[in-house]
């Protein structure tokens, strides 16, 4: 079958004049030229004063006394120009017009009538005979004061009608959480948005004081208790939190109502005086999972740290990975004279480095292609550059893989944290912060047991140069903390690649909870521990309240803009290898003490003695360059007691 195009020109014809067609030519005319602008405004002062005239002359009176009205009304208009001119009335964008417009030409057309009252004046005293009548003068003022700011606003609501009629069909109707002068601000930024996203219905006051009252014209709507009744009753579809009085508590009260009710949630930050309205509307995004973490901000001791950074010299391994890349970023900040990026992996290294030399500063960007185990080659590296501090954030962290290859654990998590440890000794180098995890308390998994030993290892070289009586020993200083938001294989990126597959969103089991920061917070704790320690800690940081990952899957599908379980299904897949369903942050036997920081605290560990414990480990190395797993994997057990594997080929060697 086919189809039949009519190109009859009176087919056409009917569809010149049609709606479409008057957006399509509103939307593409950018502003009217000043030169038109002014010549609308005379225009207007033309109908201004022969309405006047007419007004006068139908009294009785006339306007213009003076036996010479064409050169009085030349006159006339020629001041008026002028004044438009002092006040640049023409110089606005007709669509935007405001209350500056009406400024502006009310004091263009005030000077107007204290000219010509004065002119009025002078031409008396010296003819005897008034030029113009005075009462005739003040109204012509308010017709043209009314006809030139009433234009205006006639055809900025003859765009804004178009525009907002433009796609109605398509836009999400949402309410804006908030009357302040950040909630109008982000209300007036949509308004003019292009292309428009939303159509905005209401106001919402969460004291609920000023609901008999209108904002831009717009209803402030009555919240009794929940959101999504009220949003129901509107037909809403979505809410933009524009409120910044609201706690975090509050915030994550109304994205769990919405959420439950699949009601998508806009968050916005707060709108500076400087911003304009198109910069305001581009920062209005869906709010991110890591909004939701129920964290207060992180203060910082920017003295204490800078006093540690400030023109040092700083070695960062493992630095091309999330938390290495982060920490380069944020140690970069503080302005150190040489910072040595070290990490075996080529490609992202590269873009760091590209990344970080793209900013100017008088920092020192080195960048090392080196693999930590490679003792010969950190050796030279140290030789040449002599570092004064050492972040070490090297480490294979992948739980099952680990458990796949223990001897890759081995080498990596525990030989190279021994090379990077004994070089800083031999260097001098001044602290020595080594990233930890929260899997090394009572580990269940090769990996976590690599980084027990590892903290271990640093733990007791600390103490032993301190009783060897050097002065100036390397300061050891650990850092522990549980997952990290959006990290290299955390399940954010996991869970959104899946969700944007179609899904299922794979779980592996119900009950499994975890402990989450994001990468920028993980990392000025980590900043601020190494600044604070004095050698030997354990810092362990506050790490919020654990997180069901079930929970953070539903969330995340209703983030998206889907239902769990009807658009994307979550499919249960059992506990991996060395998996445990609660991560901790201190061993049954440890204690913790407060620091000044809130959210850093320390764990009382047990020591080990360094000789037995450097003999244990230097046969464990050995036994993983032989690639005996079980053999490995028991002196592991024997290093730390606590090691219990779970769901893993190797919890045989615990009975």
């Known amino acids: 079958m086919s189809t039949i195009k009519n190109t009859n020109s009176s087919a056409v014809k009917p569809n010149f004049l049609s709606r479409e067609n008057l957006k399509f030519s509103l939307s593409n005319l950018s502003y009217l030229p000043r030169w038109i602008v002014v010549m609308i405004d005379v225009i207007v002062l033309v109908l201004s004063c022969f309405l006047t005239i007419m007004l006068f002359r139908g009294t009785g009176l006339n306007f213009v006394i003076t036996p010479n009205p064409i050169k009085f009304l030349f006159l006339f208009f020629g001041v008026n120009i002028f004044f438009f001119w002092i006040f640049r009335t023409y110089s606005g964008i007709i669509r935007h017009s405001s209350y500056i417009d009406a400024v502006k030409i009310f004091f263009s057309q005030l000077g107007v009538l204290f000219v010509f009252l004065l002119f009025n004046f002078m031409y008396e005293f010296f003819f005897g005979v ?32 178009f525009f907002s009629e433009q796609g109605t069909n398509k836009l999400i109707r949402a309410i804006i959480y908030g009357t302040d002068a950040n909630a109008i601000s982000v209300a007036n930024a949509l308004k003019f948005e292009t292309p428009t996203r939303f159509k905005i219905v209401g106001f919402v006051d ?76 581009q920062k209005i995004k869906t709010i991110q999972i890591e909004d939701l973490l129920e964290r207060k901000p992180i203060l910082l001791d920017s003295k204490l740290i800078s006093k540690q950074l400030k ?4 070695l960062i391994s493992g630095a091309a990975g999330s938390i290495g890349s982060e920490i380069v970023r944020q ?70 893989l680990m458990e796949e290859n223990p001897s890759q654990a081995i080498l990596t998590n525990i030989e190279g944290t021994k ?16 990233i930890s995890t929260d899997k090394a308390v009572n580990p269940s998994s090769v990996m976590g047991a690599s980084k027990r030993i590892a903290e271990k290892y640093v733990q007791s070289l600390q103490f032993k140069n301190a009783n060897d009586g050097e002065k100036k ?42 402990y989450f920061m994001t990468i920028p917070e993980a990392c000025q704790l980590v ?21 069901k990952i079930i929970d953070l899957a539903r969330k995340m599908i209703r983030l998206a803009g889907f239902t769990p379980e009807k658009d994307i299904k979550i499919a249960i897949v059992g506990l991996r290898p060395g998996e445990k369903l609660y991560e901790e942050l201190l061993n049954n036997t440890s204690k913790t003490l407060p620091t000044y920081h809130e959210k850093i605290m320390i764990a009382e560990e047990i020591l080990d003695d360094f000789n037995p414990l450097n003999f244990a480990i230097t046969e464990l190395i050995e036994s993983a360059n032989q690639f005996d797993n079980d053999r490995m994997v028991a002196q592991m057990k024997q290093i730390v007691p606590e090691f219990k594997s779970m769901n893993s080929t190797f919890e045989l060697l615990d009975k």
């Open 130 to 161: 008034k030029a113009f009548l005075n009462t005739a003068l003040f109204i012509n003022i308010v017709f043209s004061f009314c006809g030139l700011f009433l234009y205006r606003i006639l055809i900025k609501q003859l765009f804004e009608f």
């Open 206 to 281: 969460k004291n609920n004081q000023n609901t008999a009252k209108r904002i831009m014209d717009l209803p402030i709507l009555f919240k009794k208790k929940k959101l999504p009744p009220l949003m129901r009753s509107i037909n809403a579809q979505a809410v933009i939190i524009a409120d910044k009085s609201l706690s975090k508590e509050e915030q994550l009260l109304i994205v769990d109502q919405c959420l439950e009710f699949n009601y998508s949630v806009y968050t916005v930050p707060l709108i500076s005086d400087w911003e304009n309205q198109k910069e305001i509307s």
């Open 311 to 314: 023109d040092k010299t700083i």
């Open 331 to 400: 140690v970069f900040s503080f302005n150190p004279k040489t910072i040595l990026i070290l990490d075996h992996a080529e490609t992202p290294l590269h873009h760091l480095s590209l990344e970080i030399q793209s900013h100017v500063s008088s920092t020192t960007i080195v960048t090392i292609i080196a693999d930590v185990r490679n003792k010969e080659v950190l050796n030279s590296i140290f030789k040449t550059h002599l570092p004064q501090v050492v972040y070490h954030a090297a480490a294979y962290k992948h739980v099952p």
């Open 419 to 434: 090379n990077l440890a004994d070089l800083s000794c031999l260097y001098k180098v001044k602290k020595f912060v080594m």
């Open 473 to 514: 020993t390397t300061k050891f200083i650990t850092t522990r903390f549980g997952n990290v938001l959006g990290s290299n294989g955390s399940v954010v990126p996991l869970f959104t690649k899946q969700i944007a597959s179609g899904g299922p969103i794979t779980i592996t089991h119900p009950d499994i909870i975890r």
């Open 527 to 547: 900043l601020e521990a190494g600044a604070m320690g004095n050698g030997g800690e354990i810092y362990i940081f506050d790490m919020g309240k654990p997180v």
